[in-house]
């Protein structure tokens, strides 16, 4: 049974960071593409960001560009998403999601449907 953990959510100042994390546990943590969602009140879940299975491909939605980097630490089955310069509208749960189908090891997606397991999801808050 795979298993996704995200952390580190909260509530935050506006121009704040926050780092985020996911512990994916039960399976092969270094052959899967990893992604980063969001989910705000009202609103569909969107695609943050997303990072390849050898880690060296990564993609950012244009509205997280330049502030969120992800990383991922094979060795600890773990991927990252810092967020710099927080805005209130960055408010949201915060979900990761593995990739299990092999597209290549440069590969990663931007479309929900390519996930196949999803963690429970981390609240972020910031303040204005």
């Known amino acids: 049974q795979v298993q996704l953990v995200e952390s580190g959510g909260g509530l935050v100042q506006a121009g704040g960071p926050l780092r985020l994390s996911c512990v994916v546990s039960?399976?092969?943590?270094?052959?899967?593409?990893m992604g980063w969602f969001r989910q705000a009140p009202g609103k569909e879940r969107e695609f943050v960001g997303a990072?390849?299975?050898?880690?060296?491909?990564?993609g950012y939605a244009d509205s997280v560009k330049g502030r969120f980097t992800i990383s991922r630490d094979n060795a600890k089955n773990t991927v990252y998403l810092q967020m710099n310069t927080l805005k209130p509208e960055d408010t949201a749960v915060y979900y990761c999601?593995?990739?299990?189908?092999?597209?290549?090891?440069?590969?990663?997606?931007?479309?929900?449907?390519?996930?196949?397991?999803w963690g429970q999801g981390t609240q972020v808050t910031v303040s204005s």
């Open positions: 039960g399976g092969t943590f270094s052959t899967y593409a």
């Open positions: 999601a593995a990739d299990f189908t092999f597209h290549g090891s440069f590969y990663y997606s931007s479309k929900r449907a390519e996930y196949d397991f």
């Open positions: 990072v390849s299975r050898s880690g060296t491909n990564i």
